[in-house]
């Protein structure tokens, strides 16, 4: 009768741990809500990465589960965690924001991508959930980088407007300065290699008057002119054919 006893100890024993050591069965999808189809993201400009997340299986997801994520301007093969603050139930659907992204795009024009994202059960399958059909754990928008210039000619603080005309020029440009100008501000033009082609100082006496500038030593290209003007900087582009 003892040994009946043990006997049926040890097997509810491991019954209780089997049950507790199996994995979930979580079949995960997702929806990339932000940045939306279409999006154009600006320079320097901050971006969340949200996903609607679907848990179509049988097990919940629980809060405190460990989810793994990929995004484009991650490493091929990285994947970054996020554990989840709620749970999802089977067959619900919840919003996840995984990340937020500073556009540093250090491309010379515009850069166009499918901005992918791949979310994942654990990477070595050991975890508390598994989710074994991953064909609809990605999803894509197609998306617009906006270009960041070197930082030598770029600053955040836009706030003067340069207006330059005719844009492309082939031999002479026309600039109209701002009408707060000050003492001793700095007109510099660069490549989009960041080298200094052409600097000059602008006095305050010509204020709000339109200035030409020669391109004839130029070879056709796109250009970036800048006016330093006391605390402010403002850059805006310009080509010439």
Avoid: W
């Avoid at 091929?76 to 989840?84: A, G, Q, R």
């Avoid at 619900?92 to 491309?107: G, H, K, P, Q």
């Avoid at 990605?138 to 005309?165: A, G, V």
């Amino acid at each position: 009768m003892k040994h009946y006893f043990f006997l049926t100890l040890l097997m509810v024993s491991f019954f209780i741990g089997t049950t507790q050591a199996q994995q979930r069965q979580c079949n995960l999808s997702i929806e990339l809500v932000s940045p939306a189809e279409g999006a154009v993201i600006n320079s320097m400009a901050e971006f969340d990465v949200i996903v609607n997340l679907s848990n179509n299986g049988p097990d919940s997801l629980l809060a405190g589960d460990t989810l793994y994520y990929h995004s484009p301007l991650m490493f091929v093969f990285d994947y970054s965690p996020i554990v989840l603050t709620h749970g999802i139930a089977p067959n619900a659907m919840r919003v996840i924001t995984l990340e937020e992204i500073l556009n540093e795009n250090e491309n010379t024009a515009d850069e166009q991508l499918d901005f992918c994202v791949t979310v994942r059960h654990h990477l070595e399958d050991n975890g508390n959930f598994v989710d074994e059909e991953l064909e609809d754990n990605t999803s894509c928008n197609n998306i617009t980088l906006k270009p960041t210039f070197p930082t030598s000619i770029t600053d955040r603080d836009r706030s003067l407007l340069l207006r330059l005309y005719p844009n492309p020029a082939q031999e002479l440009i026309h600039l109209e300065l701002p009408a707060n100008l000050e003492e001793q501000a700095q007109l510099t033009i660069y490549d989009l290699t960041g080298r200094k082609l052409h600097s000059r100082q602008l006095s305050s006496l010509a204020a709000g008057s339109t200035i030409n500038i020669d391109l004839q030593e130029m070879v056709p290209g796109t250009y970036v002119l800048e006016i330093l003007n006391g605390g402010q900087r403002s850059a805006t582009l310009f080509s010439r054919l």
